[in-house]
């Protein structure tokens, strides 16, 4: 549940803390940044520092020219050759702080393209290295979210962190000024803006907190957002008449945050308001000091200008400095969520592993797996011990949600079982190194996904370094029948496919399935997984899937997962799983002999086709 306006404000405290705390990570950002181009960087930073210097020498030319004026309106004999100087002195100053101001702009805007594409990729490669258990966890995949989501926020928080740097050093220049010409106006400079800093940082821990405790809530309003106007749902939306109730649902939910963050917006407002007249008292005051200062012969005309310009500028610029700091300090949060994500410490990185056989000698046995998703007290898996011969062709068999593709998934390793062991050889498989371990296999899934890239890429996805191999993806192609689709397609293997994107064409069910399907064909895999690969295809085209299947991974260790019987029988041995246990175990005719759920379920297709 999002919390209330009050409860944020108890937590306030915590998160004010923990952004202090998260500028930490501002210098190893900035190191990143250099890294990504120390000439871009080198020069930003120059042009800032030499600008920083450009508002009081500004100031300071604008006295001296009316000290000028002055001094020659009152002069017997007016010689303006010194005031034109100075006008062209402030000219070029004015004209040269513009380019240097270009010169920052642009260069703030390429090291931020650049940073963005090289922590974009970084998140990518990471995201590949992490734990299924770990993405599926919903904890973990917010603070993913909030990682990728704030890839701008990153490139903005640079721009903004090197101008307060540029901004620190302007203002002690005007203070310099200030604290040599009238002292007393610093104390007045304090009494305008302090109220106005507490005040930012109350209202801003608040906003934050209140922003980051609905990243759920907002991850549901894009899912909705997606569901609702998106053309894979249009179809069932339209026919469901799920229009009315995804809208509701996407209002209900947005208008709960519009009212809390209304009530703090606000209220923060009228807060800001309060002290920005407290502020503008300060500055009157400050003015009348100025005026006392010239009444009393103290101080110029000239000098007034410059005075009061100075602290009406220090007002604005610490006011700003203030705002950007907490601004900052709450970016570095998303800094500390993308760091922590980048850190992220991946089990076995570094751990020496054995080397993986080059063939598979005797095969995989599981002992005793036992295995419950993370987050869940229900065992999928209840003491499974079985093995897979090398070079057999197993069937998993069993009604939905039996734990048919679990086990699958523990065999490829994207979950360790919570108890018990998968050997392969005899060596525990968690002894290899993950992705060498996995490069083993060649999968499809029953949920393979639908990539909207040109077919050539999307039979490549199962050995991508060949994208350009045109040997091996049409001989995937053909043993798959995924050669029978180019017929329709204008431009063959480089036909975009989906409607995402320009010139796309959609394929049907069954024929994305035997695109996916070449996927396992492009390599020579030692292990073959076919999980339920063919349930969209016609009944000729699957009888030819499965003939060409068994005829090219004779004596290849592989597992196919099947609703259909006929299907299964080609298989040398059957398992049969009911609710995560063994059932059965056997070839067909054995399992037929058994007469147990194999038979009962083979005997039911069956008469179904009769
Ligand atoms: N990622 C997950 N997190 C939590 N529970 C899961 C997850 N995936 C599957 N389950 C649960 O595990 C059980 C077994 O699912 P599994 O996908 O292994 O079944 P299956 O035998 O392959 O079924 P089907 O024939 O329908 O594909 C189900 O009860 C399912 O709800």
């Known amino acids: 549940m999002p919390r209330s306006l009050e409860s944020i404000s108890d937590t306030k405290k915590t998160n004010v803390r923990a952004s202090f705390q998260a500028l930490r990570y501002i210098p190893r950002f900035f190191k990143e940044i250099w890294s990504v181009s120390p000439l871009l960087f080198t020069i930003n930073l120059v042009c800032r520092l030499v600008n920083a210097f450009s508002p009081v020498v500004i ?32 000219f070029a100053i004015t004209v040269f702080a513009d380019i240097i101001n270009r010169v920052i702009a642009i260069t703030d805007g390429l090291l931020g393209d650049k940073y963005n594409i ?50 620190l050093i302007s203002i002690s220049t005007l203070i310099a000024g200030l604290i040599y010409f009238q002292p007393l106006l610093i104390v007045l400079l304090a009494l305008s803006i302090i109220p106005l800093f507490i005040n930012e940082i109350r209202f801003s821990g608040q906003q934050y907190s209140l922003s980051r405790s609905w990243t759920t809530e907002r991850r549901e309003l894009d899912y909705l957002r997606y569901i609702g106007a998106n053309d894979k749902t249009a179809k069932e939306i339209k026919l469901f008449g799920l229009t009315d109730f995804i809208a509701k649902r996407f209002k209900t939910l947005s208008e709960r945050y519009y009212h809390i963050n209304k009530k703090l917006t606000v209220k923060r407002s009228i807060y800001s308001a309060i002290f920005n007249v407290l ?40 006011q700003t400095f203030f705002t950007n700091f907490t601004r900052i300090t709450q970016s570095a949060l998303y800094l500390k969520d993308y760091f922590d994500f980048i850190d992220l410490e991946i089990p076995d990185e570094n751990r020496e592993f054995l080397p993986l056989p080059e063939v598979i000698h005797t095969g995989f046995e599981l002992k005793d797996v036992h295995f419950a998703y993370p987050g869940s007290d229900h065992e999928v898996l209840k003491g499974v011990s079985f093995t897979l011969k090398a070079g057999e062709k197993m069937a998993f068999v069993g009604q939905n949600g039996a734990g048919k593709t679990t086990l699958i998934k523990l065999m490829l390793r994207f979950y360790e079982p919570t108890q018990g062991a998968i050997l392969l050889d005899g060596v525990n498989i968690n002894q290899y190194n993950k992705a060498d371990f996995q490069k083993m296999f060649g999968v499809i899934f029953q949920d393979f996904f639908r990539y909207e890239f040109t077919l050539r890429e999307n039979i490549a996805v199962g050995d991508i370094a060949a994208v350009q191999d045109d040997k091996r993806i049409t001989n995937a192609a053909q043993l798959s029948l995924a050669n029978e689709v180019i017929g329709d397609l204008q431009e063959g293997y480089d036909t975009q496919l989906g409607k995402r994107f320009k010139n796309g064409q959609e394929l049907s069910g069954g024929q994305w399935q035997k695109v996916a399907l070449a996927r396992a064909y492009m390599k020579d895999a030692m292990v073959m997984v076919l999980d339920e690969p063919t349930s969209a295809l016609d009944a000729k085209a699957e009888y030819e899937v499965f003939e060409r299947f068994i005829d090219l991974t004779k004596g290849k260790t592989s ?21 995560g246990k063994i059932l059965e175990l056997g070839t067909h005719d054995e399992l037929m002999q058994n007469s147990k759920l194999y038979a009962e379920l083979f005997d039911l297709q069956a008469q179904g086709y009769k």
């Open 559 to 579: 597992i196919i997962i099947s609703h259909r019987f006929s299907t299964v029988r080609m298989a040398d041995r059957i398992l049969v799983l009911k609710a």
């Open 59 to 90: 100031l300071w030319v604008g006295k001296l020219i009316i000290d000028e004026i002055i001094a020659e309106v009152a002069a017997p004999q007016a010689d303006y050759g010194q005031l034109w100087n100075y006008v062209l002195l402030e």
């Open 279 to 318: 502020g503008v008292v300060c500055y009157y005051a400050a003015y009348l000091v100025i005026i006392k200062s010239v009444l009393d012969g103290e101080i110029t005309i000239g000098e007034l200008t410059f005075l009061s310009a100075s602290f009406n500028r220090l007002r604005n610029s610490l």
């Open 118 to 167: 090289i922590s974009s990729e970084t998140m990518i490669r990471k995201t590949s290295k992490i734990d299924m258990s770990q993405l599926e966890d919903s904890e973990f995949y917010d603070k993913l979210e909030r990682a990728r989501q704030q890839t701008q926020g990153r490139v903005g928080l640079m721009s903004m962190s090197l101008a307060q740097a540029q901004s």
